[in-house]
């Protein structure tokens, strides 16, 4: 079963992957954004570190409400609305229930990319974050072993990006140019799914 401590840990494992790969996100922007993806995801997770720390909500929906408030309030772009409307809707579905199962969190994460996709307009194979986060739902089963094969299919999906041209977001005005390059959002959701096999005690 999955508490809320298990979420925070997620969290504070997401955000240090993040820190540990900030200058690769922006470095990747750079090529098809506005170069400041990695910073803005910094900014973000630190924020929801320190809400956690002040707030210390008892339940899994409720870490994962909180989190995503702090997103959308602290992330610049697009990229605050759309992984806190993950992380809130992914809450919202859990409910108010002290655990979870990992079958019950792969639902509610489900609903939480479905949200994302309906949020961008964006479907898998338009160069988005959503071309990792969908093939690593689909990898989530019932066991906290699979969050592993998850790590797999999103680090998958955001290599999966480089000869996409992106059809969504800031790097689609870029037409052909976009091609060739991995999308940063593809890439730090990899980073985010790849937290969870983290959070699992050893």
Do not use: C
Request: cysteine-free; proline content about 4%; hydrophobic content about 45%.
């Amino acid at each position: 079963m999955l508490d809320a401590d298990f979420f925070r840990r997620w969290l504070t494992a997401a955000g240090d992957l993040v820190d540990r790969e900030a200058d690769r996100l922006t470095e990747l922007d750079s090529a098809i954004g506005d170069a400041d993806h990695g910073s803005n995801m910094q900014r973000g997770f630190a924020a929801v570190a320190a809400a956690l720390e002040k707030e210390s909500p008892g339940t899994p929906g409720a870490v994962l409400t909180l989190a995503g408030r702090q997103l959308i309030s602290t992330v610049g772009g697009a990229s605050g609305p759309l992984y806190g409307t993950l992380l809130r809707r992914t809450g919202k579905e859990l409910g108010d229930a002290a655990e979870v199962t990992p079958a019950q969190f792969a639902d509610a994460l489900r609903a939480g990319v479905a949200a994302v996709a309906q949020l961008g307009g964006a479907t898998a194979g338009d160069k988005t974050m959503l071309d990792a986060l969908e093939p690593a739902v689909e990898a989530l089963g019932e066991g906290v072993d699979s969050f592993a094969g998850a790590r797999e299919a999103a680090e998958r999906g955001a290599l999966a990006t480089v000869p996409m041209q992106a059809r969504k977001g800031r790097a689609s005005y870029l037409g052909e140019r976009s091609i060739g390059h991995q999308d940063p959002g593809a890439t730090s959701s990899a980073l985010i799914v790849a937290a969870l096999a983290q959070a699992v005690p050893s």
